[in-house]
């Protein structure tokens, strides 16, 4: 199929209750693919030095919950030079050097928006990491979409079974065992907002800067009136 000149979306997926709140502080355990032609493609780690590089259905990231999608623009490279950039990625991003922190979904996701459209992911997707940086011995290993050739998927008696028979149709996978998904629950999650872009996602720092310096200003007028009623 002709890629040149088609549409490129970043996938967001929740991984974890707590963004229902943390979302409009611009934060949140997330999860990304980067979707062209209905194929999305991710990064999960596994235990091998082979390639962590998967596909999947767009929108259908397994065990996480999708959240929106977002339009990066379009490619100006063919379907052979997207196979080329995912085999040169994939040297980078192998299965045994998934990193929470250092190296997840999300750098995945913004490495290969830079090579087909020049433009990186917004940065609320993966402030967590940043932020965890700081405070890594702190955060769980697990959290994350697992490769489907994780072992411990596999190795759940019917639950493997049903999640091998119902995902074998849709997954194109690189051999190995992936990281397990921290267990979250999906019921009790309310429904999401909108995602922002880039653009958006500036523009809501400036609001943010715009609030906190009118508050300030508010708070120095109050006093400025207090001291002015005293004398």
Not at 149 to 171: C, I, K, L, M, P
Request: aromatic share 10%; hydrophobic share 35%.
């Amino acid at each position: 199929r002709p890629f040149r000149g088609a549409k490129v979306f970043v996938n967001v997926y929740d991984l974890n209750e707590v963004n229902t709140y943390t979302y409009e502080f611009g934060v949140g355990a997330f999860h990304s693919g980067v979707e062209i032609m209905g194929t999305e493609y991710t990064f999960g780690g596994h235990e091998n030095s082979s390639s962590g590089i998967f596909t999947h259905n767009a929108k259908q990231a397994p065990g996480a919950r999708f959240r929106c999608s977002i339009d990066m623009g379009e490619t100006d490279k063919s379907s052979s030079d997207i196979r080329a950039e995912i085999g040169v990625l994939g040297e980078h991003f192998k299965g045994n050097s998934y990193h929470l922190v250092f190296k997840n979904c999300n750098h995945f996701s913004n490495e290969l928006c830079l090579r087909l459209t020049g433009k990186p992911i917004p940065s609320w997707i993966n402030r967590l990491a940043y932020m965890g940086s700081w405070v890594s011995c702190f955060l769980p290993k697990s959290l994350g979409v697992p490769h489907p050739d994780s072992a411990e998927v596999q190795s759940q008696s019917s639950v493997g079974q049903a999640y091998t028979s119902n995902a074998a149709r849709s997954f194109q996978a690189f051999q190995g065992q992936g990281i397990p998904l921290l267990a979250m629950r999906q019921a009790n999650m309310s429904r999401a907002p909108e995602c922002d872009d880039a653009d958006s996602d500036a523009a809501g720092s400036d609001e943010r800067r715009r609030l906190l310096a009118a508050a300030a200003s508010r708070r120095f007028d109050s006093k400025s009136e207090e001291s002015v009623s005293t004398t």
